[in-house]
């Protein structure tokens, strides 16, 4: 033997295996390569699911998974389910109260144990070294690196706090893989030949999301996702429950609403209700029984799958209708679609197949265990890059659209929604006002017109000499890597000075106070009340919309016709009177109405301002 062969690299990264986790909002897994097959763990107990449920005792170990669940039911304020929730939440969705305490005081999301105080990514990394500890039981090595899975929609920031979480758990996070995309490797999808679009419909515990993938020899995209972070399973468990409740009440004649019940009897009850709804799943009917369930009494329901179904159809609409929106987003008809992949433990109810089928209008793929795909994808991803596994390039897209605010608060796009990333963009901007020696450039997230409506991701005052309205000029450069982490540069073109806003890349800082403060605002609204948000948002809109409207009409106001300017007065007069009506929905509904028909005017009014700036400049 020659010297040097047969020597194994030692060096950690060809040595131990990256590891591929779903962490989920209800169930999370992990699995690892093993002999170049893509595996889910189990644990000694030959359990693959990992209940996302984080139990925090008094005194001793924290408790994850199973044990956890089992302590719910005795300790309900000391036991954290769906802290995903916490993290990610769709913008412009309603927030979610949970059993535990949650404190959105003092400069960051907390949830509230006794004594102690925890922040969303605290929790998310006691789950993720619990998968840890499982992989490295089930392997025999110690692990070190993981790809972690995220709903298509999350945010930068909420990217970054799933990578803050992975590090506090002792993982260097390699990737951040799209749950959908990830689902589609599981499938197999990357090996068909040729350019496919393919439709991925998650329906889990407690959320919903459709997406719409490009393949093209391999290469993915996420054309266009939609979906509800409030549609699942836990949905369909409270149906099963509440029936089972008025049947037992009803036929024991006792008049008590569930709710002032003792949490233990809550929880048996949902217990069975989730059980029952398993068994509906493969039988027509199923048995339901509670000896001395309440007050000596005994619980005796057969639930037929028949009346489930029907209960179903108000949820499953909901479904079809994000459905149809992610195909219109993807410019898709369901004849375009070369396969429909089922994703998450509530698509094995018949009745959710049967949606499926009738909105692709084609048979779902069905060949692989919908609760395990997200997690077999992390391991493909994973296996890919540690140089186990097949190659090929993963492709994502932003998820929201970003840019930065301009003149008037309006959002200024840079990178769209579902741009292919990693992706670059740039544009250059101008002084508004004469004099101004420096200018704010503030990033965005979001879909909004007003800059304000839409998520400050940061901001950079960019200095220069003090410049006459349009001479100024400051370049400002996104980019985003293969993780979706953004960097925004700022460029003061006469002195090509270059400043770098801090969104810190993978490396995040946990105790950082933009990313604590990004999830704060994504779930700020947590605890207020639904109507009062909307109104007041809406409030706060049309507070901007009349003014702007009412100098644009002082300054424009003879350049337009009759028709529009009777739209516009129209228009005004509905949303003041919405705002005295005090209803969030009809002054939401009359702000947008004033938008469409000052459509015209605000464009007359840039028209205005770039001639007058030629004009300036002698060129007209
Ligand atoms: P998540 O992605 O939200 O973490 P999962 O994909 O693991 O969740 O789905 C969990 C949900 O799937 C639960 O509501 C569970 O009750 C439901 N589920 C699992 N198996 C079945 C089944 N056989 N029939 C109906 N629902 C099921
Ligand atoms: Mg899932």
């Known amino acids: 033997m020659r010297e040097g062969q047969g020597i194994m690299d030692t060096d950690v990264s060809t040595s131990s295996p990256i590891i591929g986790i779903d962490l989920g909002t209800t169930n999370s897994l992990v699995g690892a390569v093993v002999s170049g097959f893509p595996l889910v763990l189990a644990d000694s107990a030959g359990e693959q699911n990992t209940p996302s449920v984080v139990y925090f005792p008094e005194d001793g170990e924290v408790v994850v998974g199973s044990a956890a669940e089992r302590m719910k039911v005795l300790h309900p304020t000391r036991t954290v389910h769906s802290v995903k929730r916490l993290i990610g939440q769709r913008p412009g969705e309603p927030g979610w109260q949970p059993d535990y305490q949650v404190d959105s005081s003092g400069g960051g999301l907390v949830v509230r144990i006794a004594e102690r105080m925890l922040t969303p990514v605290e929790i998310s990394a006691e789950i993720l070294s619990a998968l840890k500890r499982k992989a490295e039981e089930s392997l025999e090595v110690s692990v070190s690196r993981a790809v972690i899975t995220v709903p298509a929609y999350f945010n930068d920031a909420q990217r970054k706090a799933t990578i803050a979480a992975g590090e506090m758990a002792g993982l260097t996070v390699e ?42 020899d391999g290469v993915f995209q996420v054309l266009a996702t939609a979906g509800d972070t409030r549609l699942g399973g836990d949905d369909f468990d409270r149906l099963l429950v509440d029936k089972l409740w008025s049947e037992f009440s009803r036929v024991n004649e006792i008049s008590i ?27 027509d009917t199923a048995e339901v029984e509670l000896p001395f369930f309440f007050d000596g009494k005994h619980l005796e329901v057969t639930l037929a799958r028949q009346q489930f179904e029907d209960g179903l159809k108000g949820f499953l609409d909901r479904c079809a209708g994000h459905c149809r929106q992610a195909m219109m987003d993807a410019d898709v008809e369901p004849a375009d679609l070369s396969a429909a992949l089922l994703v998450g433990g509530s698509t094995r109810i018949p009745v959710v197949r049967r949606l499926v089928r009738e909105v692709f209008e084609q048979e779902p793929d069905t060949s692989q265990n919908p ?40 959002m200024n796009v840079i990178l769209p929604r579902n741009s292919t ?40 005052d960019v200095p220069f000499a003090a410049a006459s309205r349009g001479q100024a000029r400051v370049g400002v450069q996104f980019s985003i890597d293969a993780n979706g982490v953004l960097e925004v540069l700022a460029r003061n073109i006469q002195t090509n000075q270059d400043t770098v806003l801090q969104i810190e890349n993978s490396a995040v800082d946990v105790a950082d106070e933009r990313v604590e403060k990004m999830i704060e605002e994504s779930v700020d609204h947590a605890f207020e009340d639904m109507a009062g948000r909307v109104f007041t948002e809406a409030k706060l809109k049309s507070d901007e919309l009349l003014p702007a409207v009412d100098a644009a009409l002082t300054a424009l106001g003879d350049e337009i016709d009759v028709e529009m300017r009777g739209r516009i007065d129209a228009a005004v007069v509905n949303v003041r009177s919405a705002l005295e009506s005090q209803d969030g929905a009809r002054l939401k509904a009359a702000n947008r109405e004033l938008d469409e028909a000052t459509e015209e005017l605000a464009s007359l009014l840039v028209e205005r301002a770039m001639l007058e700036s030629m004009e300036r400049k002698g060129l007209i």
């Open 371 to 410: 609760d395990q795909v997200v997690a077999k994808g992390a391991v493909v991803q994973a296996g890919i890059l540690e140089g186990s596994l097949r190659n090929l390039v993963l492709v994502d897209v932003t998820p929201r659209s970003l840019g930065i605010e301009t003149f008037g608060g309006l």
């Open 421 to 460: 990333i990693p992706a670059k963009a740039g544009e250059v901007f101008t002084n508004a006002v004469d004099g101004q020696s420096a200018m704010r450039v503030r990033i965005l997230q979001g879909e909004r017109e007003m800059a304000k409506d839409n998520w400050e991701l940061g901001r950079v």
């Open 175 to 216: 990737r951040i893989v799209s749950e959908p995309t990830a689902a589609a490797l599981a499938y197999g999808m990357d090996r068909r030949e040729g350019r496919q679009k393919i439709a991925v419909f998650d329906l889990g515990g407690g959320t919903f999301d459709v997406s719409i993938l490009e393949m093209n």
């Open 257 to 283: 609403p569930l709710a002032d019940t003792e949490v233990t009897v809550r929880a048996q009850l949902l217990d069975a209700a989730k059980s029952a709804k398993h068994r509906l799943s493969i039988d």
